[in-house]
């Protein structure tokens, strides 16, 4: 089945979270560092960063494709669709460090 | 009232009416028919029961052996009823749940005559055509099959399961029987109507019919092959399609000793904890990587082969799990085995297991003294059955619904930790599932696909919401539905169960209604309970008995 360019556009945003944001974070949760040896964090956290990073490229031309969705749904809101865009548009720019990275 | 009764009486079949008969002698003889004496609201049901009553009033043998001896007796589907409750410690008093672990399922095997005829109306071809040569004496006898070592004409060794003759009808009647009961109970005891009999039924009756389907079952083998293609530890034999029908399952045959006989693996020369480790590894990936395991996981269904693979049998009852439910049992596990309470609470909360009722202080503050006890523990030394049974008291204490399949999967894990055990008493379980569970729950975690389908799928409607709703979503949602709790907690996991497939925490879940229902006011009556202080689930109980009862006595009647 082949994946819709939505879903890939969404799953490079999603991954690019997730690497920023998330990894580091889930890594160092208490249950984690409980439940593995520091060996196997660093084994699966190499693992996962490629994984990402795949994911990040793989979507990267779809990207747009959210953006139009968005606006479709948020358009059809109204004044409130407007202001979350928005504020939605702040929060990935201040979440999103790609722009400093890629430049 | 009795209009009610009547119309249920009227839909069995007549020929029903001997099988309802004998459910009722074979309850008398085991010494239920006193019961029958104190839950008798109306003189008419006295008279009923009279001659029940005649046999002897009290039994020195204790009222959890005699329920299984019934299960046994009764046969096959009330084996599978009782096989069920045994996985449901949250509905079924402990002492009945220890003895329904150890029902009989081995009979005397049916005459190999009717092997023959079985297998020849299968496959409407004469046996010889078939096989080269079928052994007559069976090599396990059940209640649904029994097994025949046998040889293809093209020369190969193989196994064939038979179904019992007459199966399927014996079935259907009881499952008639039980439809029966639970319309009763829905149109009569308004009380069990949240935990809608007849759906459950239907649902037991489908599973049962997935169980006594061969070609379901050689289908399940080949998922299960195919999910462990890159373990060469483990073997599943191969079925032959082309001689399997319903009734007949044909497969390779595979030779091996008993998981648990000890004596001859060390005698084979084989790494003991090499065996472990793999079985415990396949257990977990089973469960947490594919959503599809082994639902039977009877030390009887593993054998180990001679170069040490692990070699697993018996496919009739498998567990599905939804991917949504898998996270959500990895984050309690994770949370349980690295003992932290809160998360263990939160994940509670977000499956909406915990009643409105439930004093969250006082689970806290007993699941910490638990969790406490055990991170004190060596670690390795942890007994994973024992600890997940006292989880499992303290929110049965503190009216937590435990899911079925949740408690599937602490089966699953606890028999081969038991297996474990028994043959490397050096086992160390938590060492084997501790970092592969928290692996796969970070892996899951930071999974960019998974994540992104999710979302995919639910970012047109979600954004429907968001434009009314610029707050937290998932808290009100949550609200919302705790809103209905009281009522749909059971029929939603149920809904969810209907739409996945899984077989087997179905069955788990007709647990619930029969072990509330039925043996759970025996118990308390035979108890010395009495009517008036247990709630209206005993009243179904008694409904049963009512049932039973009064359509026994409409046979006499009729003989007369
Ligand atoms: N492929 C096989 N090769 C060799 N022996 C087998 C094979 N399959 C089954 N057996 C033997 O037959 C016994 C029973 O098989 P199995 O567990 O599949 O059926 P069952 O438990 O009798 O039936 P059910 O669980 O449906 O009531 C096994 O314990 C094993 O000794
Ligand atoms: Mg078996």
């Known amino acids: ?103 | 009232m009795s209009g009610a009764i009547d119309l249920v009486v009227m839909t069995w079949r007549l020929r029903d009416m001997g099988r309802v008969r004998s459910i009722a002698g074979v309850l008398a003889r085991h010494g239920f028919a006193d019961i029958a004496a104190r839950m008798g609201p109306g003189a008419w049901a006295r008279g009923v029961f009279r001659a029940l009553l005649r046999r002897p009033r009290s039994s020195p043998i204790p009222v959890e052996k005699r329920l299984r001896l019934v299960f046994e007796e009764l046969g096959p589907t009330f084996i599978k009823l009782g096989q069920m409750l045994a996985t449901r410690p949250d509905l079924v008093p402990m002492a009945l749940v220890d003895e329904l672990t150890h029902l009989q399922d081995r009979v005397p095997p049916f005459p190999f005559q009717d092997v023959k005829e079985i297998i020849e109306s299968e496959m409407g071809l004469p046996m010889a055509e078939v096989y080269a040569e079928v052994d007559e004496v069976p090599i396990a006898a059940a209640s649904i099959a029994q097994v025949h070592s046998a040889t293809l004409r093209t020369g190969e060794p193989v196994v064939i399961k038979v179904q019992r003759p007459r199966l399927n009808e014996q079935i259907t009647a009881d499952l008639r029987i039980l439809a029966g009961l639970a319309r009763l109970l829905e149109s009569r005891v308004p009380e069990t109507r949240p935990f809608r009999p007849r759906a459950i039924v239907e649902e037991f009756t489908k599973s049962l019919q997935r169980e006594t389907d061969f070609v379901a079952e050689a289908a399940s083998m080949g998922r299960y092959r195919k999910m462990f293609e890159d373990e060469p530890g483990l073997v599943v034999p191969r079925s032959y399609p082309e001689w399997t029908r319903r009734r007949v399952l044909t497969m390779e045959r595979v030779e091996g000793v008993k998981v648990t006989d000890r004596q001859a693996l060390v005698a084979m020369g084989l790494d003991l904890k090499a065996i472990v480790d793999v079985g415990m590894r396949l257990t977990l990936r089973s469960i947490f990587e594919f959503g599809f395991f082994h639902a039977d996981p009877h030390p009887g269904n593993f054998f180990v082969g001679k170069d040490g693979t692990i070699i697993l049998l018996d496919f009739g009852m498998m567990g599905t799990i939804e991917p949504r439910r898998v996270d959500e049992m990895l984050a309690f596990m994770v949370a349980v085995l690295t003992g932290d309470v809160d998360m263990v609470v939160d994940q509670l909360l977000d499956a909406d297991l915990i009643g409105d009722d439930t004093d969250l202080r006082g689970l806290r503050s007993d699941l910490r003294s638990i969790l406490f006890r055990y991170s004190d523990a060596d670690l390795g030394s942890v007994d994973v059955a024992a600890f997940l049974q006292e989880v499992m008291a303290v929110n049965i204490r503190h009216h937590v619904f435990l899911p079925a399949d949740l408690l599937l999967v602490g089966k699953s894990i606890a028999t081969m930790e038991g297996i474990g055990h028994q043959i490397y008493p050096e086992f160390k379980p938590l060492d084997a599932i501790r970092p592969y569970l928290t692996e796969v729950y970070v892996r899951r975690l930071l999974d960019a696909k998974r994540h992104s389908q999710v979302v995919a799928r639910s970012v047109m409607d979600g954004l429907t919401l968001l434009k009314d709703a610029p707050f937290d979503i998932r808290r009100v949602l949550r609200k919302l539905r705790r809103g209905e709790l009281t009522m749909t907690l059971r029929s939603a996991d149920l809904e969810s169960r209907q739409q996945h497939t899984a077989a087997v925490a179905n069955r788990a879940l007709l647990g619930g209604l029969f072990a509330t229902f039925f043996f759970g006011a025996v118990i308390l009556l035979d108890q010395g309970g009495t009517a008036r202080t247990v709630a209206g689930w005993v009243s179904a109980g008694f409904s049963w008995m009512f049932f039973l009862g009064l359509s026994w006595s409409l046979l006499r009647g009729d003989g007369r």
Request: without cysteine; hydrophobic residues 40%.
């Open chain 1, 1 to 103: 089945m082949p994946v819709p360019p939505l879903q890939r556009g969404i799953e490079s945003i999603v991954a690019e979270l997730l690497r920023v944001h998330v990894l580091e974070a889930v890594l160092a949760r208490p249950e984690v560092r409980r439940g593995l040896s520091p060996e196997a964090v660093e084994r699966i956290r190499r693992d996962i960063l490629d994984r990402l990073k795949a994911s990040e490229e793989q979507g990267r031309d779809h990207r747009g494709e959210v953006e139009e969705v968005l606006d479709a749904a948020l358009g059809a809101a109204g004044p409130a669709g407007a202001m979350i865009k928005s504020l939605l548009k702040a929060g990935w720019d201040h979440l999103s460090p790609s722009d400093r990275e890629a430049g």
